[in-house]
């Protein structure tokens, strides 16, 4: 049982790589193929927290490799979109670029200040997951997005500042951090209680 959410966790990994391997074959039915797998691996991107928790093994270098698998499997998933329907990233590739560059530089911030990879596991972005989900799911089944795509970008920019802000509140690195309020706290040398299904 102690290794199911390592197998969760690289079931994500595995999932990202053949969707974008097998994205290049054009096969007729992918679209479909594609979102039932997405759909498994966000599922797995849930429960293996859950389940390390009610394990109790839920543990600092568990929470960083969860954070750098997500990192592949989310960015693997976008690419498989992109060559499958290369038109809707090309019509907003600019509002892409400043997403990318806001993420970038949660990591940049990170790296600098901790020399460690972001994994503060933040409720709000918990529901940007989702939008970014519920994005890249209707690309890839009509090839556009427009009300769910602006609203994933502007909830990802604000999601991505906050957690630059939880960087530079905090003193020393920490998963799991929900907010910035949690993180005030962590900096005062308080205890934050986390969420038991969702964070911590």
């Known amino acids: 049982m102690r290794n199911v959410p390592i197998a969760f966790i690289y ?7 053949f969707l974008f391997s097998v994205s290049f074959l054009h ?23 859950i389940v390390a928790r009610r394990l109790g093994i839920s543990t600092q270098k568990l929470r960083r490799l969860d954070s750098s698998v997500d990192q592949i499997f989310w960015c693997l998933i976008a690419a498989a979109a992109f060559v499958q329907c290369p038109g809707f990233f090309y019509h907003n590739y600019i509002q892409l670029s400043i997403l990318l560059a806001v993420e ?15 994994a503060t596991h933040a409720i709000s972005s918990k ?10 799911v209707q690309v890839m089944a009509v090839c556009n997005s427009s009300i769910i795509f602006q609203l994933c970008f502007y909830v990802g920019i604000i999601t991505r500042l906050e957690i630059i802000c939880i960087l530079f509140i905090l003193k020393a690195w920490a998963n799991d951090v929900p907010s910035v309020y949690h993180a005030i706290q962590l900096r005062r040398g308080k205890a934050i209680k986390r969420n038991k299904l969702f964070n911590g």
């Open 127 to 136: 529901i940007w997951v989702l939008l970014l989900f519920a994005t890249l």
């Open 11 to 17: 079931s994500r990994l595995f999932i990202g790589v």
């Open 104 to 118: 970038a530089l949660t990591y940049v911030v990170s790296f600098m200040k901790f020399k460690k990879e972001v």
């Open 27 to 49: 096969w007729q039915h992918f679209n479909m193929l594609a979102i039932v797998l997405f759909t498994m691996g966000l599922l797995s991107d849930i429960l293996d927290g």
